[in-house]
């Protein structure tokens, strides 16, 4: 990968910067509503011998499964250097680049999940990847431009450029720790901070552009976070981003009931957030609901832990966002299913992603599966 200096690279990030504003949005994502479907176990689990079907029972690939349900994105994480054989985390490159081409021979448009470490990245996890550890922030920044620009160079050589690109997974409280963790005080994102956050996701962001032969040719970029429950603090976490020069495209939230609150609470977000940041599109990047009793003791649930409430949880999800101004909607985990056949998992005790997955026991789709309409 080439490597560029910290002066240049720094000369390109503040150049690059985005406004915010329809006007800058690359035009690919287009104006469809999205329906998604997080993708990232299906091939692991066909490969260890699951064989997903269809509501009437017919046995299909995974992704034919996706199309024959009107679902027109998928969404597909990627780890740098992860074990492949633990936890549910084969998406290195090589896996990734085969999930593209099966979207791609599907018609099926492609978020892709950076989430730039080794493990899983969430508000309460952010790991540096072995390979970068130690690394100071100027050198860090560079290191996550050259890798990402060649993820872009490979997919878009193979012909499977993505359609969106998420830099970072619920960076809420930063990522690549501690280089890049947000550090708060009385309240507020300290300034330097969120300045040093900025300097890695921008180094991201503008490795996307110029794989992509400049700004008319890249996919749009999302930042996604998990504060969907207090819009207020949503907001300013995005404000406080974006003064600090944050390139961000489309806004992606996470949202969960039991974490989340109520409907009310995400409508209120999402109506501030395209309020405040105008002509930005907001999409509920990640959401779930049970279709069995959950195994981690999850309580209020908005809808029974059945495959019936599955459905009515995301046939009432989906006006709730088109009316507060929302752009779409995609499921987490939906291919969590028959685990006991790929994951290994030796720390976890309980299997509750597969109470959420949108495929039973028997690796059957649930009604579920048509809740996003």
Request: with cysteine; aromatic share 10%; hydrophobic share 40%.
């Amino acid at each position: 990968m080439r490597q560029i200096g910290a002066a240049t690279l720094l000369l390109t990030l503040t150049a690059s910067l985005s406004a915010c504003t329809r006007a800058t949005v690359p035009e690919a994502i287009g104006e469809t509503w999205i329906r998604g479907l997080d993708v990232s176990e299906a091939r692991e689990a066909e490969a260890a011998g699951v064989q997903f079907k269809d509501r009437d029972g017919t046995v299909k690939p995974a992704l034919q499964i996706v199309k024959d349900h009107d679902y027109n994105w998928v969404r597909v994480r990627l780890m740098i250097d992860p074990d492949v054989t633990a936890y549910g985390l084969a998406q290195d490159l090589p896996y990734v680049k085969a999930v593209m081409q099966d979207a791609r021979r599907r018609n099926l448009k492609v978020l892709l999940d950076l989430h730039y470490s080794h493990w899983w990245a969430d508000p309460g996890n952010q790991w540096t990847p072995e390979r970068w550890k130690g690394q100071d922030l100027t050198t860090l920044s560079t290191s996550v431009y050259d890798y990402t620009k060649d993820v872009i160079t490979q997919l878009r050589a193979q012909g499977t450029p993505p359609d969106m690109v998420q830099i970072g997974n619920e960076i809420n409280g930063g990522m690549l720790w501690e280089t890049g963790r947000l550090e708060w005080e009385a309240g507020r994102i300290k300034t330097d901070s969120m300045a040093a956050l900025v300097r890695l996701t921008n180094a991201g962001a503008t490795a996307v552009r110029d794989a992509s032969g400049g700004r008319d040719g890249m996919p749009p970029i999302m930042v996604h976070i998990a504060k969907t429950g207090d819009a207020a603090a949503t907001v300013a976490w995005y404000r406080a981003f974006i003064d600090a020069g944050g390139w961000v495209d489309t806004i992606g939230l996470s949202y969960y009931p039991s974490w989340h609150g109520d409907f009310s609470g995400l409508s209120e977000t999402i109506r501030a957030l395209r309020s405040t940041f105008t002509g930005t599109r907001v999409y509920v990047a990640e959401t779930a609901s049970y279709w069995d009793k959950n195994q981690v003791g999850t309580t209020h649930l908005p809808y029974p832990e059945t495959p019936q409430g599955q459905y009515d949880f995301l046939r009432a999800l989906t006006p709730v966002v088109k009316d507060a101004g929302g752009s779409g909607i995609f499921y987490w985990g939906a291919f969590w299913s028959q685990s006991g056949k790929w994951l290994n998992a030796p720390g976890w005790n309980d299997d509750d992603a597969s109470r959420r997955s949108l495929f039973d026991d028997d690796a059957r789709a649930t009604v579920g599966i048509d809740g996003l309409k």
